[in-house]
């Protein structure tokens, strides 16, 4: 029965056959065709009896269809109309009653179900040429029944779809009765919604003429009523109660239509507000969109975009189909259309309400093509609600996107659970504020406040990634470094000085709280246990301090661009010079005439103040210590003001009287050098006129210095560049050049004050250590506590998933090796094994461990373990659950466990050395160049601490080595080779023209040649090398050194 409704559709629809000259044109052409096909039809219908139930089911529709009339002489185009919506009702009703009776219908016992078979297909599944069929009758529908009765500007115009459009077009142009339009439209809307209760056949309604479709019920339902004259022109119109069950049919489709294709759709039919100038007149009827449209397209648009998940569907809508690389235009534009607050919104507070959350989500996208559009919008619509409307996103945006953070600071009840904050928590924090503050990089006064809020809470979390493997520590670190090169100088600094501890901030973590790792790799902020001892509790405060500045210091170091680190250590220096006159002052107080409560207060806040001169004094030391003199003074004026601020110090207390004044020889050397700083400056051929005016800052100083200083060299200088910064160089004594070469003398001096001092300091610090062992500068090993485990759980971390706890166990099961544990000795075919099964792990932390392991074993156990290791090393590893394709790197990790072996040997390599000599020497000839070139480390590690026992195997080594550096292709194992040569010569030294006697002039040869002839550049660097080791133990062979020594002979 399906197949007879789609052979009438397609009697139809079928295409004209060829015609007579008689027809002058396409349109009439057209327009026979269809009166040809319907008579067709209708003769099948009364004569053919297989077509009896087709009749049925049409004279069914009729009987129940009020709008069709059977008196249509002169509308042909209508006729034709009439009976494909005939076909298409009755075939909806078809399907409809099969559909039902299939679902009726129970299904068979006796079939068997298997997960391969398929289901059985409902009758209302179409096929491929029944869609086509299908959709070729929509298409006629569409075109001679709906777009015909559409006002001018409502919907696509058929003459701009295609050619056979416009031909259509025209010819409904003249042969279409509008009188009736409205009702005729609303019948074929009826119809049309009728069909979309199939699935099936509302699929292909919905992906060819979902526009069509809202075009019409927009202007059914919402059209503005009409004047009587057009009224009665175009026929009669729809009562009130006909517009209103448009309005709802329309409300119903939008709501059960994937939301993007409505958004499309509905920003088709609103159209542009303007026509492109030089338009016809006839184009700027059928092109501009009525008004009333408009505002109805906006009204919609608004309604889906404030719904659930709407804005993910208007960016959808807009940017689908585009590709991973979008216009970022496109971008910018959407997210500017979502910040605008429509106009039939309630409120602009309940609008930014139900939207910024959608904002935030469209940053959490996982598929990369949809994240990178996406998180572009997001950004930029976040950026701008930020600048133009900051308390809306303050509260609705920033607030949310920080909270995290915030709950880092504080906590909501540690009570409740013991992780305050979550690891997905946190990672997506940190991912959201790399995305629009390093990412979208547009500053603002609010974000930048946001962010200073919360920026001791990333330090925290940045140095804790620093000292695990985390995917966190990037995100941090970029932030910080946007944060800190955006904001301005001042606001820099302080977050400097809080950073480092100089500067108390309130928005710290919370106390009882830290960081510790998460399962994924990120980190979840857990409540901190109680510490009783109150020494661990101080190396724990110590330790953490000095660990932030060397992490603050590595941020600094990455500002290479910036003038930050300079500016930072200036402004360091000048609290450094300012707490030095504090001083200077306070020295001076007299605790004679103060009451016990006043000497109390001034000796806590004495102590305070000490507090703050170390801790600044601390923050300097890190500073000169970790970066480069290039980056903390970059620019002449940061030289300048590093200057002002050694010459302001040196002039603290010269006002004093001498016998009050305390020398300090390293003070004199610093201003001596400082002050032919100053001369090397002049000294320059040319000097801008800036520099001489930024110099200008130094003659208040200078001139305290050429009047108040005791040491007349330093006063007649100071005088003499008074003279020549004041004069712009137009006065330069001669003894200028001289200040500025005592600069390089007074450093070496320095230079030697320094090694004296530190190892006077290095001297009272071992005494001091004795009774402060436990306030150490570095952070302690926790492998000791590790190793305090048992065996058996040591085994079963080391069978653990996790990287971090997988490599500590390790490294424990490490030290109960090392320490002969009894219970470890009894088990190490179980270690072995467990070693050898790590050696291929990816993470480097892991696999190192396990070499670390392999080592100890094979001190413990030589002549076994290095068996096993030797067979792995040459045939590549022997478990069963080897990667046979990481057989080449697991053979290269074997060689790093065989020469770490080798080193620990000592006095038994010569004992041990025969069968790994034997494997080294096999392996040169290896096809791989990468285990040629570790079997000759190997060896070369090997036979420099063989001594005598080398001699038996000179002539095989010999010609091994020449060999392969005559005829080696690669130069890796070239420059192996004359490597092992060098070490050879290094181990045997003095005894080298003992063992090496028969091969001595071969090795000389090979080196020389290596010199001459090879390519390579480091090859040749190693050979130099070996060559100069040799020349040392020639000489020493033929110029041995001259003794005095006095010989007794007792004579018989």
């Known amino acids: 029965m399906t197949a007879t409704l789609f052979s009438a559709i397609n009697i139809l629809i079928k295409p004209a056959e060829s015609v007579g000259n008689s027809l002058t044109s396409q349109e009439e052409a057209l327009l026979s065709a269809l009166q040809a096909n319907r008579r067709c039809l209708l003769q099948h219908l009364d004569s053919d009896p297989g077509f009896a139930e087709i009749q049925r089911l049409r004279d069914e529709v009729i009987s129940e269809s009020v709008w069709f009339c059977s008196e249509l002489d002169n509308d042909h185009i209508w006729a034709y109309v009439q009976e494909c919506l005939l076909l298409l009702l009755a075939l909806t009703r078809h399907l409809s009653l099969e559909l039902d009776l299939f679902k009726q219908t129970p299904q068979p016992v006796n079939r068997v179900c298997t997960p391969e078979s398929a289901p059985p297909l409902p009758p209302d599944v179409l096929s491929v040429s029944q869609q086509k069929t299908l959709t070729t009758a929509l298409q006629f529908v569409i075109s001679l029944g709906v777009c015909p009765y559409l006002a001018p500007g409502v919907g696509v115009p058929l003459g701009c779809r295609s050619a056979f459009g416009a031909v ?18 609303l019948t074929i809307i009826n119809v049309l919604l009728k069909m979309t209760e199939l699935s099936s056949l509302a699929t292909v309604v919905f992906t060819r003429h979902l526009g069509d479709l809202m075009a019409a019920l927009c202007q059914l339902g919402y059209q503005p009523p009409k004047k009587e004259k057009e009224t009665s022109e175009e026929g009669k119109e729809l009562s009130a109660d006909q517009r209103n069950r448009c309005r709802e049919n329309l409300k119903n489709l939008l709501g059960k239509v994937y939301q993007p294709i409505v958004i499309k759709e509905l920003l088709i039919l609103q159209g542009p507000k303007s026509v492109p100038v030089g338009s016809s007149g006839s184009s700027v009827a059928q092109g501009c969109t009525p008004a009333w449209l408009r505002r109805l397209c906006g009204q919609l648009l608004s309604e889906r975009l404030m719904q659930p998940h ?17 216009d970022w235009r496109k971008c910018d534009g959407v997210a500017k259309i979502l910040v605008t607050c429509p106009q039939q919104s309630i409120s602009t507070d309940s609008y930014y309400k139900q939207v910024c959350p959608q904002i935030l989500d469209m940053l959490h996208f996982k598929d990369k093509l949809t994240a990178q559009r996406f998180q572009r919008v997001a950004t930029t619509a976040l950026l701008v609600l930020v600048q133009e409307k900051s308390t809306f996103a303050q509260q609705y945006l920033l607030a949310p996107m920080f909270a995290p953070l915030h709950r880092c600071i504080t906590p909501s009840d540690p ?16 991912d959201d504020l790399f995305k629009v503050c390093v990412v979208g990089n547009q500053p603002s006064a609010p974000l930048l406040t946001a962010l200073q809020e919360v920026l001791s809470v990333i330090f925290t979390l940045f140095c804790f990634t620093k000292q695990n493997v985390s995917h966190l520590r990037g995100p941090c670190q970029e932030i910080m470094l946007w944060y800190l090169s955006q904001c301005e100088q001042a606001a820099s600094l302080s977050a400097l000085r809080e950073l480092s501890g100089l500067k108390q901030h309130a928005h710290q973590v919370a106390p009882g709280f830290h960081f510790c790792p998460g399962s994924d790799g990120g980190v979840k902020l857990r409540s901190r246990d109680s510490c009783s001892d109150e020494d661990d509790a101080l190396y724990e405060k110590l330790s953490g301090e000095q660990w932030r500045l060397e992490c603050l210091n590595e941020l600094l170091t990455q500002l290479k661009e910036s003038d930050l680190p300079g500016d930072f250590l200036l402004d360091l220096l000048q609290d450094l010079t300012s707490w030095a006159a504090e001083a200077d002052e306070g020295d001076h107080q007299d605790l004679s005439e103060m009451s016990l409560l006043e000497v109390e207060q001034s000796i806590l806040s004495r102590t305070e103040r000490q507090a703050q001169r170390l801790a600044l004094l601390q923050v300097l030391a890190v500073m000169v210590e970790c970066l480069p003199h290039t980056l903390l003074l970059r620019k002449p004026t940061q030289v300048v003001d590093f200057i002002l601020s050694l010459l302001q110090r040196a002039c603290v207390g010269l006002s004093d009287e001498p016998s009050s004044r305390c020398e300090n020889p390293v003070e004199s050397q610093t201003l001596s050098m400082g002050m032919g700083l100053v001369a090397t400056l002049l000294s320059v051929p040319q000097v801008s006129s ?55 003398s007074d450093t070496v001096q320095t230079k030697q004050t320094s090694k004296t001092t530190n190892k006077t300091s290095t001297t009272s610090s071992t005494h001091s250590s004795s009774s402060h062992a436990k306030v150490p500068l570095k952070q302690p090993a926790t492998s000791e506590n590790v190793s305090m485990k048992p065996l058996s759980d040591l085994i079963l971390e080391a069978c653990d998933p996790d990287v971090p706890t997988k490599a500590f166990a390790l490294r424990g099961l490490t030290q109960l090796v090392q320490r002969r544990d009894p219970e470890t000795i009894l088990a190490h075919d179980k270690i072995l094994v467990l070693f050898l099964e790590n050696l291929e792990h990816e993470d480097s932390f892991v696999y190192l461990s396990a070499i670390q392991g392999l080592a100890a074993l094979a001190d413990f156990f030589p002549q076994r373990i290095l068996e096993r290791l030797l067979q792995d090393f040459q045939a590549g590893p022997s478990l069963s659950t080897s990667n046979k394709h990481r057989s080449l790197e697991t053979r290269l990790k074997v060689g790093e466990v065989l020469m770490r072996a080798t080193r620990a040997m000592g006095e038994l390599t010569p004992h041990l050395s025969r069968p790994l000599l034997g494997v080294f020497l096999q392996s040169t000839k290896d096809p791989d160049h990468s285990v040629r070139a570790s079997s000759l480390s190997n060896l070369g590690e090997l ?39 060098a070490r050879v010569l290094k181990g045997l030294s003095d005894k080298t023209t003992q063992v090496l006697a028969d091969v001595l002039l071969d090795l000389y040869r090979a080196l020389k040649w290596v010199v001459r002839s090879d390519p390579d550049s480091v090859t040749v660097l190693h050979a130099q090398i070996a060559l100069e080791e040799l020349d040392d133990v020639m000489r020493k062979f033929i110029f041995p050194e001259q003794k005095l020594e006095k010989k007794i002979v007792i004579l018989p």
């Not at 259509?168 to 009736?180: E, Y």
């Not at 009570?415 to 940190?430: I, K, M, N, P, Y």
């Not at 001139?703 to 330093?714: G, N, Y």
């Not at 420099?944 to 002539?955: K, V």
Request: aromatic share 4%.
């Open 168 to 185: 259509v077009d025209k010819l409904i142009q003249n042969g279409t009765n509008k009188t009736l339009g409205q009702q005729r439209l």
């Open 310 to 326: 709407g804005v993910q569907a208007v960016v959808r809508a807009i940017l689908e189909g585009t590709g991973a690389d979008s």
């Open 415 to 430: 009570g409740l659970s013991q992780d305050a904050v979550e690891e997905w928590e946190l990672t997506q924090c940190v």
């Open 690 to 744: 800036e520099d001489y005016h930024y110099m200008s800052h130094l003659l208040s100083p200078l001139d305290t210095l050429s009047k108040l200083h005791p040491e007349v060299f330093i006063q007649e200088l100071a005088s003499n560049l008074k003279a020549v910064i004041a004069t712009h160089g137009a006065y330069k004594p001669d003894d200028l050049s001289t200040a500025h070469s005592s600069l390089k």
């Open 943 to 981: 036979c420099e601490r063989l001594d005598y026992a080398l001699g038996p195997l000179t002539q095989e080594l010999s010609t091994c080595l020449t060999a392969l550096i005559k005829t080696e292709k690669e130069a890796e194992v070239r420059r192996a080779a004359v490597h092992v040569i």
